[in-house]
């Protein structure tokens, strides 16, 4: 099937695959998977739609994700929604500016 996605729900950026992540965004491959009225799901992501070693399709049809850092920041949230499909496909992606690096780095942690 080939790599896909999600947007985090906290920062709108990918939830990355453990491929070639830029040296300072190794925390967006750390996610979590959240479902109504189920226990969050936490782990790393595969890539091809598993986090934690748990297939996020073949459980929920509008799965929410979010970064574990993003996550944490925002209070632990409980679901409130399907997160967007992401372009990027967590991978294909340009490196980073460092300017990129400080903004994502500041959603994240909700400045």
Not at 6 to 30: A, F, L, Q, T, V
């Amino acid at each position: 099937m080939g790599f896909f996605s999600w947007k985090c729900k906290g920062c709108d950026h990918s939830i990355k695959s453990p491929y070639d992540i830029p040296e300072g965004w190794e925390y967006m491959n750390k996610a979590v998977f959240l479902q109504e009225h189920e226990h969050p799901i936490i782990g790393d992501y595969d890539g091809y739609g598993r986090v934690g070693g748990y297939s996020i399709q073949m459980i929920a049809d509008h799965p929410e994700l979010w970064h574990k850092k993003c996550w944490e920041n925002a209070g632990e949230p409980e679901y409130t929604g399907g997160s967007d499909s992401a372009s990027d496909q967590g991978f294909f992606y340009d490196n980073p500016s460092s300017k990129e690096m400080r903004e994502a780095l500041e959603l994240s942690e909700g400045s």
